[in-house]
């Protein structure tokens, strides 16, 4: 399962961290959270992951997120996510990432009316970008963030769910915000689940420690993963480069 492990790598400092990667043997997670994509030199981009394909390394892309919200009525609004998406397809593109990881842009403690909303808007901003996802051969995924309950994923997967549009699973935002059991999340959208976002925290912030440095249960975790009907590629997120480090080190027993 060492071929489906990445871990985050901030966009902006890819090019520097090639040589770490590159002899680690790690595949990055390029995440937009601190950079707009326009400001990368995708030229560069493509040169890394160049560099990594000769050492038969991949890539994912984790979206920006600030102002990306697909479902929200202001036409305004979509606007500058449809921006975003094209951007991330095209990084995407220019890496030869197989897989973007998306964060939904429902608001924090949403009522239902405005999940309604989200939905009604969201079903109809996807599907051409799942078509470009297909030509492109890469695979979109929405990951859960607030949300408390997989009802609003199941609803869109429901309708939008295929090989190139799936679910991205936070392991650590699912225990800070939801409060549906792990095992029952799991059943409602294993068959659309083709991701993982794995970090640990103490279910009150959003810390992203290394794994085993908080709360969460990781063998229970991976006791619903191995049910999955094919096995999802997963991202370690640790912020920094120690935690990174003992991440490695404690997922090793969940990947024999």
Request: hydrophobic share 40%; with cysteine; net charge negative.
């Amino acid at each position: 399962m060492q071929s489906l492990l990445f871990a985050h790598t901030p966009a902006q400092l890819l090019p520097a961290r090639m040589p770490f990667l590159l002899n680690r043997k790690l595949q990055p997670e390029v995440a937009c959270q601190e950079v707009r994509i326009e400001k990368l030199d995708l030229a560069a981009m493509a040169d890394c992951a160049s560099q990594l394909a000769e050492k038969q390394l991949k890539t994912t892309v984790h979206a920006p997120f600030s102002d990306f919200n697909p479902g929200n009525p202001k036409k305004r609004l979509r606007i500058t996510a449809h921006s975003i998406c094209q951007q991330s397809l095209q990084l995407a593109a220019a890496l030869g990432a197989g897989l973007i990881v998306f964060h939904p842009g429902i608001p924090y403690q949403a009522p239902p009316k405005t999940q309604e909303s989200w939905l009604k808007y969201a079903l109809e901003f996807w599907p051409e970008y799942i078509e470009q996802a297909k030509q492109q051969g890469t695979i979109i995924t929405v990951e859960n963030i607030y949300e408390r309950q997989s009802v609003i994923f199941e609803q869109l997967f429901a309708d939008l769910g295929c090989n190139h549009f799936g679910h991205c699973f936070d392991i650590g935002h699912w225990n800070i915000f939801a409060d549906q059991p792990l095992d029952n999340w799991f059943l409602k959208l294993g068959k659309h689940m083709k991701h993982l976002h794995l970090h640990d925290n103490l279910g009150e912030t959003d810390q992203h420690l290394s794994i085993g440095s908080g709360d969460i249960d990781f063998t229970a975790l991976f006791q619903q993963v191995q049910k999955l009907p094919a096995p999802p590629s997963m991202t370690l997120e640790a912020h920094n480069l120690p935690d990174l480090e003992l991440s490695l080190q404690q997922i090793q027993p969940y990947l024999k």
